[in-house]
Structure formats: structure tokens, C-alpha cells
């Protein structure tokens, strides 16, 4: 994407961003503008100031580049759910206060000294620019207005949620909501404290309460609020108080963001100095100008064409060191050809014509000493209230440094700036080259997806510098493994990839086998430690079969997902020819899935947890709940093919709560059965804020006792979602829920968060059970987390028990409880009466 923005369009355009122009020195919270690339396009003042990062600094770069820390946490998930789901978000003291501190800490910079009191994320949409998230900062305390505010009741949750953005609560600039009929919605305390009515007194009144003159006179601002296409205007009204007093009002119209089938009326008492007015319409003029060009050089002239003012980056490329130069605009601006033929002055066009004008193609730029410089230019006439052009605004840049702005654009939008690897937009792009190579030169890719162990635990207690630079030392001893044909990316937080480019499938087998090895050894000091992760690597092999980039992807992260159930450090390599041509294409599982919930075609099947020793024996069978799909023709379909589809494209949600309403209607179905169902909750699930109260209204409403039910999460849930975790846990264990931490020991990251999680059980995982008859290393790990757990007080149950040695050395071990093939294979629930 050509990411060179023409001079003749604003960087932020008209109606949201002039809105936020115009309330700018007023303003008591921080503001800030990210577009779909997160590139900033709006920062305030009040932002320079706690930052310490004047907006000069900041405009149009990267906002992970300048604050790379904030990359993956809840701060870029809410800028996310903003652009690309549309979905607000308010973060407060009272709710959100660890979301506030983490920003605070890795934000703040300047003098400002007050917590934070609330952050608000809201999605909105912009012409030129396209999807946006505004960002709204405030400090504690909060308090709307410095003057003493109108005393009013509290408006109804539902009004409160219908009120305007915290820049209008915050503004002292008078300010009101009106609808196409011209009644009011909404004002500020600001404008109460303006006209003295109330809030209560103004809502659903007309206009004319507040302006007299609308009710017979045609005038400027009514036209506006019925649709005039010139709503940047700034109007001169007759205003009436509550006490019968006249003032004078300047009254700026913007379409709201917020309500889009309303007006946002700003109002300034222009009583006393409404002489200055005229200033008031150049100076807004040209302040929105100089935000909305911040990259260019700016040049305003008065209506004669004598230069009124030159910004920085204009006195730089005309050579020139005073501000307000007073010199004729073409003197100052010598533009020619390329035949040396001079090129009339786009200002002096503008000014004559009345429009904007642009300078022909292969404009030089001929400032005396200096080579010439090619140029592109637009100038602009700025009008007064009146209509009359006042003068013009003129818009240039080299082209040489248009370029520049575009490659360093171009680079912050395809690399992760903390390692400067290539990130997964751009891995996306070089996949899809590889696909291209492999179907028209037969050649074969490979790609690698690397997940790291242990980053979490040393982020948590070393600190998220060490973790930093554990990532870029790990970054450096990729690359060094790569070709300069091959591509390596950082595509999650701890989780990387290496593209190897025209390598046989052997060939990429030894690479991938070398890495392992440079893993293994791989290690950096930090203060009195050294520092050490493991990783699993999964493949996926690109040849003529491959269609698809998503499918590579998902097939590579699902091949690691199956490296990590085997153990530590292990690869996943399994390619033959004949199986990936005969393989369905991941994505194709998209609307199967998806028919399969709508056509309620998935069943539940369950396997006994049974005690190893008779003192465990109880009354209460106890139950792991296994969910299966149903295809078209009544087949079964395993987990093992949907399940990982299902996670990577967001159906996991919906097939966890489809479990969890059949297993409720299971128990109220029987309520005197002493049965206890073990149901699996996904990471995507535990993250879900709603489902808490899901469970807990499904328990309300069908009556079944919460002691019936025990929920698994994997160990790498639990941490990657720890807090959200730990609140679901706490919630459902005090109503009597039992709870169990599945796959323990896989990674072994959890240890250090084992003390704080609360829960009934520890499932051993898997791949310890299946060799420990063999595997002197696998017996000690089921002894250890065996013992582990019962120091904590904590149950353990072995999984995959599948033959009666492993049983008689789990029986030996102390393990409480075992389940596998060995004990039942999955049966369906219905089969259980």
C-alpha cells in the first residue's frame, strides 16, 4: 500500500478532528487520534505534558514504536477492539485501577503528578482517514469544569451511557447536543454555568430557549443544524440567559461523533471582545491547518499574497529563519520547470480563482544557493465568516522527502519495533510469494512456528526488561540461523517463525533440528543470573497442494501446538506428499464449524476418573466431558480436527457454551444422579468477561447443584489469562464448584503461580504418563508433581493410563486418580441414563 498521503488531503479531516481543534486549550485530560496502523494522528497538549514528548515529536509515527512495552497487553487489545470490531471501551479507578497504573507506568514521562482516573478507547470513523480509536486520558480527581458546576441530579444509567465523550464532560469551552429538529440532548457544565438553566431545564427544549433569534430568523447556524454543507463556519447570535440577560455568542456546528443524527454546538461569550472575532476565524484557520499538515511545510499569506507565516519545516526548505517573513509570495517561493520556465504561484491562483490550486507535475523549487528541489504544492484560500477569502494557506513538501516519510512508514508497519524482526503482516506477504514460487517453479518452503517456554516466568520475576531483551537476544540468534533468502518474524508475544525459503523438506528438517540444538544452548546473563528458555517447533511445508496463507499459518501453529503436548523442546516435523495434497484445507473448516453449531450437530461423550486405590472410593462417579462433532453424513468427527480451527478463528466460545448448556440440561434432567462432570474451558473462554455470569445464571436457573460440576483449564490458560483466572475461579469455587488445572507439567511455568490458583486438582499430563514404564526421567516428573500436590493439599489424577504397569506404578507413586484407556474408553453421555 502506497502510504504517501497527497498534500491536498488533510491528514485528519473535517467534522471529529475540527471538533477536537477547537476545544484543544481547553482541555483538562489527554487526547490522542490512532489510525488503522496505529499511526498517531492527533496528540494534545495536555499528552506532551505527561508524556513528555511535544506532539511535534510523535505526529504520524508508529504508536508501538514509541511505546513498545504496551505491544500485546489490555491497552492494545482495547485499541484493537476499537478499529477493527468497533467495540468502546471505559477503563475507571474503581473497576480498572492495575489497567490504569500499567499505563501510567509505562507511559508517563513528564512533570504531571495525579493518578490516572479513567481511559476511555472509542471507535470512530473518519473520511480520508477511514476507521480510527479515539483515546481519552484523565487525571484524578475528576472534575468537569473550574468553576463551581450547576447543582443537578444524576441522569439514568441509560442517559449516562448516552452522554457525550469525556473531552465535552471535561471541556470549559459551553458546549450542547442538538438533534436534527433542533431540540437539545445534551449540554456540558460549562454551558449550564453560561445560560444558569439546568440540565433537567434544557433537555428536549428547543434551541431557541437559549437563542431567541432562531425561532423567526433564518439565520447562519440554523442553517447549519439542518444540514448546510458549510458546518466549519463560525456564527455571531444573540444569546438569553435565565435571568433575561443579552450576550453575545460565537458559536462553532460540528456533526457528532458520538450521535451521528445530532449537532455538536460549541459557544464562546464573545460579549466583551467580539471585535477580536475576525482574529478568532484566522487563527482557528490556520491552528487546524498546522495540525492537519504537521509533516509539511506551511505558508499563509493575506489576501494581497504578502507570507504572513512560515512553520519550521517551511523556513527549512526556503532557506529562510523568520517566522513572519512580510515578503510577496512569489519573491519568497521562486518556482520553475524543468526548462527553467517560471510557474505561476499557486497561492496568487488560488486567491484569483477561489480555489484550491496544485503546482503542474515536475514543479523545481529554485531557492537562491541551493539546488533546485522538486516539489509538489497545494494551495488553499481560508475564508472569513462573511464568505470572503481572507488569504490562502500553501502546502509543500520535496518529493525526496515524501519518500523518506513513506519507507519509514512503510518499515514501522511491516516489523515489531522491539526486535526489529518482520512482523505478521509482512510474513503473511512473503508466505504468499512462497506459495506463488511453489506453484509456478515447483519448488518447496517450509515454516517454522517457534513458541518459547518459560517467557512469562521470567518477565514476572526479572522483570519485563529482562524480558525485553531476552526477546531481542533471541531475535539475534534466529537471524543467524537464516539465509538471506529466508524471512524471520516475531508473530505474538512469545512466539516466532522462520520462513525457510527453495530448502528441501530434508533440508528444512536439519535446520529445524540445528535450531533446536542453538535453543537448547541458548542463554544470556541478567545481574546475578543467566537466563534460559525451551521452545517447541512445529512445521508446515509449502509446496504446490498449499493455497492459502491463513492455512500455512494455522497448520504450523497447530503442528507446535502438538510439539508442546509431546514435551519440552521438541519438534513436530511430519510431512509426506501424499497426505497434504489428500488434507482438507484448514480454512474450509470455517463453515463447517459453523453449520455444525447452527444445526446443533456436535455430541458429548464422557470418560470415567476413576480412584487408583479403594481408600479414594466414593458414591459420586466422577466424569471428564469430551465434545465431538457430527458430520452430514452421521459420522464422527474427532476433536483433534476442529478444535485447534476453532480456537485460531474465535468458534472455541460458542462450542464451550454449547457444552456447557447440554451438560446443565443433562443435570437438571437428572438431579438425583451422584455424577460429577469435568468440562474443559478454553484460554478465548476464560477470557470471555461474560462468562462468569453465564455459568452462574445457568446454575440459578436450572437449579443443578454447582457441586456437580468441575471445570479444567490448561496451565497455559491459567497464566496467559491469570487475573480474569483467578476472578472466575474465587467466583464459582464459593458456590461450591470444583476446579482442576489440566496438562500440568507440560511446561512447567506454572509452578510459581501454583500457590495462588485454588484449585481441587492437578491432571498430569499425557506425554509423562504414556513412557514411564520406560522413561526413568517421566516416572520422576509424575512423582514429583504427585508430591508437589499433595504438600498443596491438591488431588492429582493421571491421564492417558493405558496399560496396567503404568497403573501398579501410579498405585505405587500415590497418584489419586487415573483416567484412560486403560480404566474406559469415551463413551456417549446419554449412554450414562
Known sequence: MNTDIPSSVKLVPAADYDLLLAVLEHQELGIMLLDSRLRIRFWNQWLADWTGMPAMDVADRAFDGLFPSLVGTAFAIAVDDALFQGRDTRWDQQRDPGHLDSVEVLM??????MPLHRIQFTAVAIPDIGDCCLVQIDEAPFNSVASAPVQHDRASPQLEAE??????????????????QSLILDANDALQSLFGFSLEQLQNRPLRVLLPGLDTDSSDIRQALEGSDDAEDVFVLEGATASGESITLSATCFQSAAKREGWVVLFRDVTLDSANLEALFHQRKLISTVFSQVVDGILLTDRHGLVEHLNPIGMELLGFHDPQPNRYVDELLPLVNEAGEVVESPCLSALARGKAVSVPENTLLKVPGQEPLQIVATATPLRNRLNDISGTVLVFRSISEARRVSTRLTWQATHDPLTQLANRRLLENE????????????????????????????????????????LCQFARMLEKQAEPRDVVARIGNDEFALLLNQRTVEESREVAEQLLWQIKEFSFPWGERRLKVGASIGAKVIDRSTTSEIDVLVAA?????????????????????????????????????????????????????VPVTESRASKV?????????????????????????????????????WVLNRIFDHLQYHPNKEQRFAVNLSGNTISDEGLKDFIINKFK????????????????AAIRHFDRAMDFINALKDLGCYFSLDDFGSGLSSLGYLKELPVDYLKIDGSFIRNMELNEVDYSMVSTINHLGHIMGISTIAECVENSSQ???????????????????????????
Request: aromatic share 8%; with cysteine; hydrophobic share 35%.
Open 163 to 180: 452522554r457525550c465523550p469525556a473531552y465535552m464532560e471535561t471541556s470549559r469551552t459551553p458546549m450542547l447536543v442538538v438533534d436534527n
Open 701 to 716: 436457573s436450572t437449579g443443578v447443584s454447582p457441586q456437580r460440576l468441575q471445570f479444567e483449564v490448561t496451565e497455559t
Open 108 to 113: 508517563s514521562g513528564g512533570p504531571r503528578q
Open 807 to 833: 497403573l501398579s506404578m501410579l498405585q505405587e507413586i500415590g497418584v489419586d486418580y487415573a483416567q484412560g484407556f486403560l480404566i474406559a474408553r469415551p463413551m456417549p453421555l446419554d449412554n450414562l441414563g
Open 431 to 470: 508466505i504468499l510469494k512462497s506459495i506463488d514460487d511453489a506453484h509456478s517453479a515447483e519448488h518447496t518452503h517450509t515454516l517454522l512456528y517457534i513458541d518459547l517456554y518459560n517467557f512469562s516466568v521470567i518477565n514476572d520475576t526479572c522483570g519485563h526488561n529482562a524480558g525485553d531483551e531476552l
Open 557 to 609: 501453529g497447530t503442528s507446535c501446538a502438538t510439539a508442546k503436548e509431546s514435551g519440552r523442546n521438541r519438534i513436530h516435523f511430519n510431512y509426506r506428499s501424499v497426505e497434504v495434497a489428500q488434507r482438507q484445507s484448514v480454512a474450509e473448516w470455517i463453515p463447517i464449524i459453523t453449520d455444525a453449531l447452527e444445526e446443533d450437530r456436535f455430541v458429548l461423550y464422557c470418560q470415567p476418573i
Open 621 to 657: 462417579r466422577h466424569y471428564e466431558v469430551l465434545v465431538r462433532m457430527v458430520d452430514r453424513q452421521g459420522e464422527i468427527v474427532p476433536p483433534g480436527k476442529f478444535i485447534p480451527v476453532a480456537e485460531h478463528y474465535g468458534l472455541i466460545e460458542d462450542i464451550d457454551r
